[in-house]
Structures are given as structure tokens and as C-alpha cells.
């Protein structure tokens, strides 16, 4: 091997989040470490020259490890792969396979110490992790044809599973993508019925049909991902309205978190009177999972529901 393709088997080697040693690299290639030192200025020199390609990449020497690593603005780090790891494996909403396949991609960016370390963390959870239920074969796959459609404006028909497990096909128009509460969502539209917006578990989706005629972009409502996901509860749907509701339980902070449009507005011997704006009637599911900690004051309507809610439940009982 010459010294260009030793050069690149390091660039390649650093790339990947190795470490590269000089007398480890001479002993492999049978030559000087002066020959090694030599192949690792050229890349240097090359990551030096093409900095706005290499997001300043550059090659830092490691005294404790007596080795080179990849240092860049734009890598990952350790501490936010690590993160990021967590975060996924949380989440549960991708198969095992597809959740071990990205963790190990995540590991590439790691130095080989550290890789052991994020190994030893996630083991266990990988060892027990429990995937939701898919009906896709690819959840990933799925998200990307979806991306695509969306882009390119194109309606689509899908075959799939509603809750009740019936198979049914839908032809609609997408429009955004969302994750909550484990599952990512499809947001699309029914063609000529723009006014509502429809939800659709990706993982439900059995098989997708992109349809060549574009849609009428004019008419695709600009729907706002990021307000929904501010106002709406496990994605059922429901009127939006402005609710009030005393809580009393330990933690207003996980209150406010899990409703972003929260805001206190009086605070009385432990007691806090609450404000949110809420899509969808999953904030029912949520207020009476916090049992009397929850008292809903109005709208009316919605505390009479609340109410009746409470009642069934207590029927279940007697």
C-alpha cells in the first residue's frame, strides 16, 4: 500500500470515530513511523485546505491516548450522542431493529473509549427495550415516503389499520409529520375537504400508493405542526377551547410542562388556578389522570363532561 491509499485508510479510520496511533499504524503497514507521520500530515493538510467541506474538521492529538481523533464544529459529540441514545431508546417507537441499527451509527461518532462507556449504558436498555406494535415494515422507510410525498405536493392512498383493526384505504393529501406520545403521526387532508385536518398513526399504515397528478398547492392549508403539538393531548381530536381547572398535587411544574400553553393564574394555600388553550379531547384523559389533585371550574361543558366522566368510572365500582 502506497502512501495516498494509507492516507486515505486514515481519513477513512477518523472518519468512522477512530483513533488512529502512529506506532500502531506502522506496525500494521510494515513501515517507519516516520512513513505514518508523514501520511497523517497530508491529512491534516487536507482538512486544513477544505475547511468550509469539512465543517473545520481537524485531527487533535490526545496525549493521554498517545492517539489522533477527528475533532469538528458540526460533529457530535460524546456527551450529545450519549443523549441522543437515550432519548431514542425512550421513545420506543422504532423496532428493535431499527433502534439498534441507529445506535450502533451513533457509536461511529464516539472514540473507542467512550464507545465501551455508551456499550456498558444503553446494554441494558437495548437487552430490554420494547418496541410499540408496528403494522409498517419499515417504520423509517414509511416516514421518508411520507417526507417525500409531502414535499413533492402529491396525493396519496393508504392502506390501513384504524384502532378497531379494521383494514381500510384512505386517499389524502399530507401535509406534515409529527411525533407524540411514542407514535409518529401523518397530518393530511380527504381531497377537496381542506377545512379539517386528519390524523393517522405512521406505524398503522400497511402500504402506501403516491399518485402522479400533483394536488392543487393553492388549496393545501399551511398547517402549523408546532401549534398543535403546544395545544393537543396524545392526538385525539376535539374542539379547541381556553379551559381553567385548580390544581393541587405536588408538582405544578409537570403541569405546566406537559401543557405549554398553561399559565398560572392565582396561587392560594397550595392550590393553583390554571389557564390553557387545548385541542382535542385527550386534556380529558389527562386531567383525570391526575385524580383529585383536578378540579375543572369551565368552560361548563367541559366540566360537566369531566364530571359524568367521573361518575362512570365510579359505576365501575359499586
Same mark, same amino acid.
Given at each position: ?21 502512529? &506506532?500502531? +499504524? ?5 513501515? *517507519? $513511523? !516516520?512513513?505514518?507521520? =508523514?501520511? /497523517?500530515?497530508?491529512?491534516?493538510? #487536507? ?38 441514545? &437515550?432519548? +431514542? ?5 422504532? *423496532? $428493535? !431493529?431499527?433502534?439498534? =441499527?441507529? /445506535?450502533?451509527?451513533?457509536?461511529? #461518532? ?209
Amino acid at each position: 500500500m502506497d502512501t495516498y491509499d494509507r492516507a486515505l485508510e486514515i481519513l477513512f479510520r477518523i472518519l468512522r470515530g477512530e483513533e488512529v496511533s502512529v &506506532k500502531k +499504524l506502522a506496525d500494521e503497514h510494515n513501515v *517507519s $513511523t !516516520k512513513s505514518i507521520s =508523514r501520511d /497523517i500530515s497530508r491529512v491534516k493538510n #487536507f482538512l486544513a485546505e477544505n475547511r468550509d467541506l469539512t465543517s473545520n474538521a481537524e485531527l487533535a492529538y490526545c496525549y493521554a491516548h498517545k492517539a489522533y481523533r477527528l475533532a469538528a464544529d458540526e460533529f457530535l459529540t460524546n456527551k450529545e450522542v450519549l443523549a441522543i441514545a &437515550k432519548a +431514542l431508546l425512550g421513545t420506543r417507537a422504532f *423496532s $428493535t !431493529k431499527e433502534a439498534t =441499527r441507529l /445506535i450502533n451509527k451513533f457509536r461511529r #461518532f464516539t472514540t473507542a473509549d467512550d464507545r465501551k462507556k455508551l456499550d456498558e449504558i444503553v446494554r441494558k436498555e437495548i437487552y430490554h427495550y420494547t418496541e410499540v406494535n408496528h403494522d409498517c415494515d419499515s417504520l423509517t422507510e414509511t416516514i421518508w415516503r411520507l417526507v417525500s410525498a409531502i414535499h413533492e405536493k402529491r396525493e396519496i392512498t393508504l392502506r390501513y389499520y384504524k384502532m378497531d383493526r379494521l383494514m381500510t384505504e384512505k386517499r389524502i393529501q399530507p401535509a406534515s409529520l409529527i411525533f407524540m406520545e411514542y407514535y409518529f403521526y401523518l397530518i393530511a387532508y380527504y381531497p377537496e375537504r381542506y377545512s379539517e385536518p386528519r390524523y393517522f398513526r405512521v406505524d398503522r399504515i400497511k402500504d402506501i400508493v403516491e399518485h402522479r397528478k400533483p394536488a392543487d398547492t393553492k388549496r393545501i392549508p399551511d398547517f402549523d405542526e408546532g401549534l398543535l403539538r403546544k395545544r393537543c393531548q396524545f392526538m385525539y381530536y376535539g374542539p379547541l377551547r381556553t379551559i381553567r381547572f385548580e390544581y393541587s398535587g405536588p408538582s405544578v411544574q409537570a403541569i405546566l410542562d406537559r401543557l405549554p400553553t398553561a399559565k398560572v393564574l392565582e396561587r392560594n394555600r397550595g392550590a393553583y388556578t390554571i389557564e390553557a388553550e387545548v385541542h382535542g379531547d385527550g386534556i380529558k384523559m389527562y386531567l383525570l389522570s391526575q385524580g383529585a389533585w383536578v378540579k375543572v371550574f369551565a368552560p361548563q361543558d367541559f366540566a360537566e363532561e369531566i364530571r359524568d366522566e367521573i361518575e362512570k368510572m365510579r359505576g365501575l365500582y359499586e
